[in-house]
């Protein structure tokens, strides 16, 4: 079955009423899994809005409301750490990390960061995007990593997508507002799917332009579904 995560990022603006609401959506939909962000100031220093983004990181202070509200909903969380110690706080309540492309950028090459280093000896499974394939990487053989191929522009457009190597990754992370760009990774084999989502498209979220809404999503996720169980009788056929 593939593993369809629900990115909420910053989507939930700081408002926790709010946060339940997408997780019971993303939940209700037939998502796996929700995720959030976890950043400090410095992560956002430079970005205008800083202050209002620091309203919807993952915290020592708020965590244990997100992980209260993911236990009653019944529905896994996880979290992208963007800074060393923020893993110390989030490993007691997640089963899986995840990390984005821009911070996974060194594993390509062999090399470590203090992050990926605090995240490799998490104990924990890694999900980690990138553009490039990751086999010729040493932490290609690494058992508790699974890369996801993603194009990290916000939108991606159709034309940016290569799936040519896509054998080479173990999922695909959405950053198009076409639900084409998902539902093709199923089809290809994907086993683990991440979807922005979002709770009104109207509004001036920060990740809207790449979010999918409870309608959107209720459809791709069945979609999705469906992607399962052809693909499931087609390889029925070829045992026969």
């Not at 911070?103 to 000896?121: A, C, H, S, V, Y």
């Not at 076409?178 to 991440?194: H, K, N, Q």
Request: net charge neutral; proline share 5%.
């Amino acid at each position: 079955m593939v593993f369809i995560v629900a990115e909420i990022g910053v989507n939930w603006d700081g408002d926790f009423q709010l946060m339940e609401k997408m997780i019971q959506s993303a939940k209700s939909a037939g998502c796996n899994a929700v995720k959030f962000q976890a950043y400090n100031l410095q992560n956002v220093k430079d970005h205008p809005e800083r202050k209002r983004l620091l309203k919807s990181a993952i915290t020592e202070s708020n965590i244990e409301t997100v992980d209260s509200l993911a236990k009653k909903i019944g529905i896994e969380w996880f979290c992208t750490p963007m800074y060393p110690e923020s893993v110390d706080f989030l490993n007691p309540y997640l089963g899986r990390l995840k990390v984005r492309e821009i911070d996974g950028r060194p594993l390509i090459q062999n090399k470590l960061t203090p992050l990926l280093e605090k995240i490799l000896n998490s104990g924990k499974e890694i999900i980690i995007s990138s553009q490039v394939s990751p086999i010729t990487s040493e932490y290609y053989k690494n058992s508790s990593i699974r890369w996801l191929y993603c194009v990290p522009k916000y939108p991606c457009s159709l034309e940016m997508l290569n799936f040519e190597n896509f054998q080479d990754f173990d999922g695909y992370s959405n950053h198009t507002p076409d639900a084409i760009a998902p539902l093709t990774a199923s089809i290809l084999g994907a086993r683990i799917i991440e979807i922005h989502i979002t709770s009104d498209k109207t509004k001036n979220y920060f990740d809207n332009n790449v979010s999918f809404d409870n309608n959107e999503l209720e459809k791709l996720v069945d979609m999705i579904r469906s992607t399962e169980r052809i693909t499931r009788h087609h390889s029925d056929i070829r045992k026969i």
